[in-house]
């Protein structure tokens, strides 16, 4: 065996530093935007909500969600919908009837104007191609839970027939009342009860984990018991509706997880407002997240 010598360990270290900064340089060429990713997992239909990402124009944002894999931009008027078909894209929860969060089908004195902008918004989903449209119940105003359900299912029994024709789902969301004060649909058990008093598969709920969350916990149990009354998923980390990474207090992977196991098809909706500097980085890491 030949003697190993100082000198030709230092040559052997030498060479192999000289290796070793070659592949450096060639790995530093390639800049994380250029590195391939692997194409997602296709369980997961992934949707974003564009308001948490309002600097970017429309027709950019829906090139930069293709690109990422996303299928989705969501919570668009109807000037907006051809925009993001045209591009190869859907609008998972459309939105453009209604008087918005506050003013919702739980006062009966608005069920004439609710029912007037529904029944023009309907047939224009179904045209888009679209199917899923956002209600709200508004704000509790004093009344119960039991009142709540009366008025609110008076006023939708109105329009569910309309929904049903056009094969549009309305979604009711589901808000935490502490920031949204004295929103009447905030808890997943009165939103199912409603589903089950209008009887109707076009009357549905838009689960969003974020805000139950903070008004109940409990997500994965509770997606296990109430999924048949769920059309939309909505994501977001708490505390804070940031990211929804290792900085939050859910565990993403496993209630992706307990989606697929319930058997649900629907969106899931991105809807946390990025705090990192590189916001199309940080939505790309939240999609990945829920790849499972």
């Given at each position: 065996?030949?003697?190993?010598?100082?000198?030709?360990?230092?040559?052997?270290?030498?060479a192999s530093g000289a290796a070793l900064m070659t592949v450096g340089k060639l790995d530093a060429a390639v800049?994380?935007?250029?590195?391939?990713?692997?194409?997602?997992?296709?369980?997961?239909?992934?949707?974003?909500?564009?308001?948490?990402?309002?600097?970017?124009?429309?027709?950019?944002?829906?090139?930069?969600?293709?690109?990422?894999?996303?299928?989705?931009?969501?919570?668009?008027?109807?000037?907006?919908?051809?925009?993001?078909?045209?591009?190869?894209?859907?609008?998972?929860?459309?939105?453009?009837?209604?008087?918005?969060?506050?003013?919702?089908?739980?006062?009966?004195?608005?069920?004439?104007?609710?029912?007037?902008?529904?029944?023009?918004?309907?047939?224009?989903?179904?045209?888009?191609?679209?199917?899923?449209?956002?209600?709200?119940?508004?704000?509790?105003?004093?009344?119960?839970?039991?009142?709540?359900?009366?008025?609110?299912?008076?006023?939708?029994?109105?329009?569910?027939?309309?929904?049903?024709?056009?094969?549009?789902?309305?979604?009711?969301?589901?808000?935490?009342?502490?920031?949204?004060?004295?929103?009447?649909?905030?808890?997943?058990?009165?939103?199912?009860?409603?589903?089950?008093r209008v009887g109707s598969p076009n009357f549905r709920l838009l689960y969003d984990i974020y805000h139950m969350?903070?008004?109940?916990?409990?997500?994965?149990?509770?997606?296990?018991?109430?999924?048949?009354?769920?059309?939309?998923?909505?994501?977001?980390?708490?505390?804070?509706?940031?990211?929804?990474?290792?900085?939050?207090?859910?565990?993403?992977?496993?209630?992706?997880?307990?989606?697929?196991?319930?058997?649900?098809?629907?969106?899931?909706?991105?809807?946390?407002?990025p705090k990192q500097a590189d916001k199309i980085a940080s939505l790309e890491k939240c999609i990945r997240i829920?790849?499972?």
């Open positions: 065996m030949k003697t190993i010598t100082r000198r030709t360990a230092l040559k052997t270290a030498l800049s994380p935007k250029e590195q391939v990713q692997e194409p997602l997992k296709g369980n997961i239909h992934h949707s974003v909500s564009k308001w948490c990402f309002g600097s970017y124009p429309l027709d950019e944002f829906c090139d930069i969600c293709k690109k990422i894999g996303i299928e989705s931009i969501e919570l668009l008027d109807p000037k907006d919908w051809k925009t993001v078909t045209d591009k190869g894209l859907t609008v998972a929860m459309a939105q453009g009837a209604g008087l918005g969060i506050d003013r919702g089908f739980n006062d009966p004195s608005l069920h004439d104007e609710l029912v007037k902008s529904y029944e023009e918004i309907i047939p224009k989903v179904a045209e888009a191609g679209l199917t899923n449209l956002i209600c709200f119940s508004g704000r509790r105003n004093g009344v119960t839970d039991l009142q709540g359900w009366q008025n609110c299912e008076k006023g939708l029994k109105r329009i569910t027939p309309i929904a049903e024709k056009h094969k549009v789902v309305l979604t009711m969301e589901l808000l935490n009342s502490v920031g949204h004060k004295d929103y009447l649909c905030d808890h997943t058990v009165w939103g199912s009860e409603l589903c089950r969350q903070i008004m109940e916990g409990n997500i994965i149990d509770n997606i296990r018991r109430y999924h048949e009354f769920f059309s939309h998923i909505h994501t977001g980390g708490n505390p804070g509706r940031a990211e929804i990474d290792e900085t939050q207090e859910l565990y993403y992977p496993a209630i992706m997880k307990a989606l697929l196991d319930v058997g649900y098809k629907g969106f899931v909706g991105q809807e946390f407002v829920c790849d499972i």
